[in-house]
C-alpha cells in the first residue's frame, strides 16, 4: 500500500471516529484525545489531519452526506413506483435511533452554523442536494401523473420540515417517537401533503 493510500485510510478512520465521539459525547465536549482513541492514533497524527475541530466537523458531515446521496440515488433508480420511490428515501434519510452519528452531526452543524459563516455557508451547500434529490423524487412522480401537485418547491420544505422534526425526535431520544412511528408519520404526512393515497 502507497503512502497517498495509507494517508487516505487514516483520514477516513479520523472522520469515523469523530461521527462517532461527537455522536456519543456532542460536539462540544469531543476533545482531540476523544477522536484518537477511537481512531487507534495518537493526538498528534489526528491534529496533523485536521488541524481544526470545526473543519473535521465540516469534513464528517461532508462524508456522511455524500454517502447518503451515492446509496440513494443507487436505489432510488431501481424503484419505478412513485410513492415508493419516496418512501425509500424518506427511510434512507430518517434517524436510525437514539444518538444517529448523520443526524447528531447534524444537530451540531445546525448549532454551530448560527456562529460561524463557514459552517453555515457549508451546512446551506450540502442541505441543497439532499433536496434536489427530494425535488427529484417529487417531479419524478408528479410526471408520471402519481402527485397531483403545482408547487413542487413548496411540497419539498413541507416533506423535509416533517422528516426533520421527527428525526431529531428520534435522535434525542424522545419516548414518543421511534424510527418506526417518525417513518409512518413521515409517510402518512407525506401522502397528505401530496394528496395521495399510499
Not at 454517502?67 to 431501481?78: F, G, K, M, N, Y
Not at 434536489?132 to 419539498?156: K, M, N, S, T
Request: proline share 3%.
Amino acid at each position: 500500500m502507497d503512502r497517498l493510500t495509507k494517508g487516505k485510510q487514516r483520514e477516513e478512520n479520523v472522520l469515523r471516529a469523530a461521527a462517532q465521539a461527537i455522536a456519543d459525547l456532542g460536539y462540544g465536549n469531543v476533545r482531540v484525545s476523544d477522536i484518537a482513541e477511537r481512531a487507534q492514533m495518537t493526538p498528534g497524527h489526528v491534529t496533523y489531519y485536521f488541524p481544526s475541530k470545526n473543519e473535521l466537523l465540516l469534513l464528517a458531515i461532508r462524508r456522511s452526506e455524500e454517502e447518503l446521496i451515492e446509496t440513494s440515488r443507487a436505489r432510488l433508480a431501481a424503484i419505478e413506483d412513485p410513492f415508493e420511490r419516496l418512501r425509500q428515501l424518506i427511510s434512507l434519510s430518517a434517524a436510525n435511533g437514539a444518538q444517529d452519528e448523520g443526524w447528531a452531526l447534524w444537530l451540531n452543524v445546525w448549532a454551530n452554523g448560527m456562529l460561524d459563516d463557514t459552517v453555515s455557508v457549508e451546512h446551506n451547500r450540502l442541505e441543497s442536494r439532499w433536496f434536489e434529490l427530494l425535488i427529484e423524487v417529487i417531479e419524478y412522480g408528479r410526471d408520471r401523473g402519481a402527485f397531483p401537485v403545482d408547487d413542487v418547491a413548496d411540497v419539498a420544505e413541507m416533506i423535509s420540515a416533517l422528516i426533520d422534526g421527527l428525526s431529531i425526535q428520534v435522535t434525542v431520544g424522545s419516548e414518543r417517537v421511534d424510527r418506526d412511528r417518525a417513518l409512518r408519520l413521515c409517510e402518512v404526512g407525506a401522502a397528505r401533503i401530496l394528496g395521495v393515497n399510499p
